[in-house]
């Protein structure tokens, strides 16, 4: 497939199929959410090292914005002079209630919390945070700037469970900032035979590929900590693979070849699927 040329400053895939114009979080809770807007100032002023303006947009369970006037987004359709907005995180919440069948597919894809599903079962409100202006800034700013309202928010509102909706999953509230850190979630499925396919989830949603193979005879275990590695690089290098290359493998003395693609699984996105060795070898950890 052909590959985006990119602009200066801009994600890889800005604009492709999987990429999140606002990309939303969500911290659920068991009764009615509140938020201490002054530490929330204080905490992400020490964090940012940059200018931030916390401000009620709305009642008081409505709305507020969180502005970073130091990042400045270009906004506008091509025509006249671009406009410059800082970049714009609101954090929305009210008194309606969540829907629990809608986390099916991301508790079915949440490996490392055992008690997901009966803290999911108390949850009753939802805090979102999203960004508004934030998708033309380079993905390594905006995740971060997302990253830091989102672990402040956590801390300061105590939620019950976090919600990642562009990864697929739920997220313990204690190690919201470990795993967020991760850049991606990492699904598995079963696809018979003893075969298994697993991708990364929450890359291409910031303009990045995403990565996808299907295996067997190799621990899950051990490819889902190659895949999260995977995710890292690609966060910390850009999209630097080739078609073609090969990458070390996490199986000693092999590497894979690579070719980016349309997903395999949905949702529908931009991909670099890995080709595994010969699936005859012995299971190897």
């Not at 303006?53 to 709305?58: D, E, I, P, Q, R």
């Not at 699904?187 to 990565?211: C, S």
Request: net charge negative.
């Amino acid at each position: 497939m052909s590959r985006p040329s990119g602009t200066s400053g801009m994600p890889p895939y800005f604009g492709a199929p999987g990429f999140a114009d606002s990309y939303w979080i969500e911290l659920l809770f068991n009764q009615l959410p509140a938020l201490d807007l002054d530490a929330l100032d204080a905490r992400l002023r020490s964090e940012v090292h940059g200018e931030v303006a916390v401000k009620v947009t709305g009642p008081k369970d409505g709305i507020v914005s969180v502005a970073f006037p130091d990042h400045l987004v270009n906004i506008g359709n091509g025509e006249g002079e671009p406009v410059k907005l800082p970049a714009l995180i609101n954090i929305v919440w009210n008194d309606s209630r969540i829907k629990l069948g809608d986390y099916k597919a991301a508790l079915d894809q949440t490996w490392e919390w055992d008690g997901a599903q009966k803290v999911l079962g108390g949850c009753k409100y939802m805090m979102l945070i999203g960004d508004l202006t934030c998708s033309r800034l380079s993905y390594s700013d905006r995740f971060r700037l997302l990253t830091s309202v989102t672990v402040a928010c956590t801390e300061l509102a105590k939620p019950q469970a976090c919600y990642w909706k562009e990864a697929g999953c739920l997220v313990e509230p204690a190690r919201v900032a470990e795993r967020l850190a991760r850049v991606c979630n990492v699904r598995l499925f079963n696809v018979g035979g003893g075969d298994h396919f697993m991708d990364t989830l929450g890359l291409a949603a910031i303009g990045l590929p995403d990565v996808e193979l299907e295996f067997s005879n190799l621990d899950p275990s051990w490819v889902a900590g190659w895949l999260h590695g995977a995710g890292r690089y690609l966060f910390e290098q850009g999209d630097v693979i080739q078609d073609g290359d090969v990458i070390p493998a996490p199986v000693a003395g092999e590497q894979w070849d690579c070719e980016h693609t349309f997903a395999s699984v949905e949702p529908k996105r931009t991909v670099i699927r890995v080709s595994p060795g010969p699936r005859t070898q012995p299971l190897r950890r």
